[in-house]
């Protein structure tokens, strides 16, 4: 009966959306009327109102669903959601404010004399818009308006030139700031940690561990990371838009003829109009995403930078032609650029001025931030006094955004609903039964998002379909994907069904506001080689995830909070790096250990001297393990050429138990409260049959399964054990040599601190207890810093302890303070010597070392390391294997 609910469900939902009532109502109210209809029949023919839902009953789950709506404006972490306004904010005012036009006319100015220059212009100015504005509906109406009379007035072709328009004007969907990706980073977030709940389950059914490898689980995302995973692929889209133009135009000119520009390209007055058109909103574009790039500014942040940046824009947009246009924007950015000549040569923090001169540079940066201030009110009053349009804007924006959060909202009732009656069950079950394993999963999920795409708007897509399929295709280990590049290849899925006749919303926009003499059959024709082209970048996307995945690892790894080398993210691809390095550096590095090994080492210790050629035994041994591990990957790689197909087809024998052990479990509790005998005959002739099915099933799995999946794990547990001792073995040669060094180089300090407590010896005396106890605990403070002292700092706690009690007792610190003296004494001997001795070879290995050895005992990675471990950690890795 769940599926029946299901059913009612989505059919209320369909009939509700095709019948024009409002997607904010109409989403919760399916659920709600869905959930109190399976509650009602509960009641009145199983006699329990949880009867039809796969657990609980109607209160709790509509009780779920207001949880819902409470964790998308309460939750803390979950600020993402914030940007939304800022960025619309953003792009209606560039909007309204006439930039977008001035880029059209500029820009097609400037590109008009090359073969299909206007349809590039076109394309080019689609993709500031989309890195401006973002917003659809408004790019494609503006570049209808602007642009298509001038295409058709210089005889462009009707459908490239309206396929044109239409293809550059859903940029916005892909390029950020997109607010559909912000959408999708919020509702990937969500998805990521219910996928990492699931492969968890998903490996402790394999292993029967209940503790999975940090290596394996899921790679999360977040509204930063998709602006970043999305740019690559956007730019892509542009350069093939405008690739296709230009080609089509050498190939059939007259289909896109050049127009010749009336005055001169190079003229002064020409450049200075492109450079006003087109500076600052790719000005704009810079700060906002490259502050997130840099790892300056959160996506929040950055989208109050755009906002801001927006109204100082059309502050003299608005008045252009003026002699005071320019003076807001001149005050602002002046006052912007004295705040960072400031701030980069004088101490701001108030807490921490201790000069003359850093009092001054703050009360000059006060000055600045109350230019930039007024810069800023200045440009926000001319918004507001030219034609009303700040008070519009912040209008427009407070609509857009409230149906954006009253979607989201009405979207977490419905899946509520959607999980109350199984639904999510019944999708990863028909996801998971197909064959072809991930690809195929995926396939179904984009052909089922395109072709919702051409009746429900990306944010119902969003929030509605993507928390279904999302964590189902992120829990697979076989494709182990990131949520960034499934993000991204929904956006770009998305943005193709914007364009598809006869649904595609860019469509729409367009014929509204084209010329009768542009037939809609002359839309469609223009639009199918873009959709081409859409779904070929789609593809090259798909197979090469390094294009989405590049840019957020490289910022990941070299934004101030980088991961250090020991994160287990990290292991794999930093293992490739050193593998490399070793295998090109292995005769210098033997050379360097024999260097310090056969030096004058007497000056050591006798232990220490033992305990340094035991670690120079394990820095050279290192070598074997890399071979030991090279040849368990390699018996792992031609294991897997049999056992792969085998551990394929098991797994999927064992998903289908799982299957039918849980729709017994959901048919016994169905008849739990029902007493007809005939409904409880058909349940146990039911379950009978599934039983049969199961025990059939098993008799699919090879007899020999269970010694193949032993022999597996058992090369895998050498690989790993490999894998372990190297990592621990390189850590503990490094931090030995390392801590020996310290040591030695600890010498000065220790002889200062020597004569401060043979001061305090001396002068015992002459001085009251309180002072010599201030004075002891400050040497013992700083004694314990020093390298290897333990000793001589635990005589010293006794000196202290002696004074520092009701019965003090000076003698008895005193004699504590002698001993500690000649412990110092000794070991100030040897660390003289090998600082004098063989000190300088040390540090030369250590340095050495330093980025191989020692690699992942360093707090983050080199800017070389980077450059090598992101391609690595930017790949998809399969780990089906593992589980």
Sequence with gaps: MELVFLAILFLLMIYALGSGFPVAFALPGSAIVTILLAGITGALFAGDSGAYFIQDGP???????????????????????????????????????????????????????????????????????????????????????????????????????????????TLGQIIPPSIVLIILADQLASAADQAATMRKDLYKQATGSFSMPSEFNIISTSAGDMFLGAFLPGILLVGIYMAYILIAALIKPSIAP??????????????????????PPLLLIFLVLGSIIAGIATVNQAGAIGAVGAMVMAGYKLREGTKTAFYPAILTILSLLFIWLISSNFNLNIKTINQTSDWYGLGLVTIAVVGLLFGIAWSGWRALATENTLREVMSETAKTTSLVFIILLGAAMLTSAFRGFGGEEVVKHFLSSLPGGFWAQFLVVMLVIFLLGFFLDFIEIAVVVVPIVAPILLADPSANVTAVWLGVMIGLNIQTSFLTPPFGFALFYLRGVASKAVKTLDMYKGVVP????????????????????????????????????????????????????????????????????????????????????????????????????????????????????????????????????????????????????????????????????????????????????KDFMQITKQLNRARMQFRRQSDNAYSNLNDLRLTIESAEDLAALKTKLQGVRDNASNIGQDQILAEIKTIYSALNRVPDMGEAAKLLSIARKAIDNKSSDINKAMDAVDKTILTINSELGWRVAAKNGVLEKLSSLQSYTRNNLGLREQNRLTAEQVKFVTPCLASHRDLSLQF
């Design 59 to 169: 209160i709790e789950w509509l009780t779920a669903g207001v949880t819902n709506f409470r964790g998308i404006y309460w939750e803390v972490e979950r600020d993402t959601l914030i940007a939304i306004p800022l960025f619309i904010f953003m792009g209606i005012m560039l909007q309204r404010s006439k930039i977008a036009e001035d880029l059209l006319v500029t820009m097609a100015q400037l590109f008009g004399p090359i073969p299909g220059g206007l349809g590039i212009s076109v394309v080019f100015v689609g993709g500031l818009l989309a890195a401006t504005t973002g917003i659809v509906g408004a790019t494609v109406v503006a570049m209808g308006l602007i642009s298509l009379p001038a295409m058709l007035r210089n005889n462009y072709s009707k459908p490239l030139a309206t396929g044109a328009i239409c293809a550059s004007g």
């Design 258 to 279: 050049s127009v010749p520009y009336d005055g001169k390209l190079l003229e002064r007055s020409f450049l200075f109009k492109v450079a006003l058109a087109l500076v």
């Design 530 to 709: 873009f959709i081409v082209l859409q779904l070929v970048g789609l593809t090259i996307v798909g197979f090469n995830p390094s294009l989405v995945n590049y840019l957020p690892t490289k910022t990941f790894l070299s934004s101030e909070t980088a991961p250090p080398p020991k994160n287990p993210r990290l292991q794999l691809c930093l293992e490739d790096y050193l593998f490399d390095f070793y295998e090109n550096n292995q005769t210098e590095f033997n050379n360097r250990i024999d260097q310090l090994k056969t030096s004058d080492l007497s000056a050591l210790p006798v232990k220490k001297e033992q305990a340094l050629q035991k670690n120079l035994q394990l820095a050279t041994g290192v070598f074997a393990i890399v071979d030991e591990i090279k040849t368990a990957k390699a018996a792992m790689a031609a294991a897997a050429i049999a056992y792969a197909p085998v551990h394929g087809e098991v797994r999927m024998l064992e998903r289908k138990i799982r299957q039918d052990e849980a729709e017994i479990k959901s048919i016994s509790r169905a008849v739990r409260g029902i007493d007809d005998p005939v409904k409880k005959t058909e349940a146990k002739n039911l379950i009978g049959e599934l039983e049969a099915q199961i025990a059939a099933t098993k008799k699919l799995v090879p007899a020999d399964w269970k010694q193949v999946n």
